[in-house]
């Protein structure tokens, strides 16, 4: 790696939700792969969607892959929010890719290696620059090779990596106390809360894992303004 390279993984681009790159000292450090997990209505659409369109503001190219819903469903539910999401998938800054129906027309099981295939193919004929695949945790059910799991996404990362885009995969929650594949392989970890406390529901962030960054792990407030996500500097309780 030339020094060029090495200083350019000081460099950090803006996540898009309000508070959050201040927490990270500046933002993410870019071509990376990041992991958002949370469980049911914790937010990790809408992170998703506020990283492509902070990226489509700056003139970067995202893609948003899906599995399960629809992609005109995200973009209506994504309206409800201060993002123009309309204007900037009109001007082709942000593609959504609906995997889920190409995968479920085939009517058949996939390797591993095929899916993450259509991937990278799909982000380098787009040229994007953020990527984000929603979710993860649903492409489990359209492989068959569950085994080599572990490989094909190490393998996967690398290639992602090397293309120069920034990746925020999401998952599902499955088990808190079993950390799957994708926390150990990716760059970093966000970790999307909501628990009732004094039959209250509390919203909060936090940072996992972060390779190469120091940064507070402990749990922040966050709120869904007009403008998505926001995260706070204090404790959510
Ligand atoms: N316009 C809005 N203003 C405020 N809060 C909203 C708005 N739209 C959605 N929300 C909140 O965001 C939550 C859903 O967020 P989102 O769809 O990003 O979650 P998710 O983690 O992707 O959910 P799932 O696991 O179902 O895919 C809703 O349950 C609601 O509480
Ligand atoms: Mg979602």
Redesign the pocket.
Known sequence: MYVGELLKSLDRISTGVEGLDDLLGGGLPPERVYLVV????????????QFLVEGARGNEKGVFVTLF?SPEVIMR?ML??NFGILEHVKSGRIVFYDLGRMLLSADRDFTWDEIFTVILELIRREGAKRVVI??FSLLESFVKDSIGKKKALGKFMRRLRSLKVTTLI?S?MLSSDKYTDEYYLSDGVFV?HHFLRNYQMVRALQILKMRGLPHDSNLKKIS???DGIKVYREAPI
């Open positions: 949370g469980p049911p209505g914790s937010g990790k659409t809408t992170f998703g969607v819903e539910d409800r929010y929603d979710s999401l599902e999307l869904f303004t007009a």
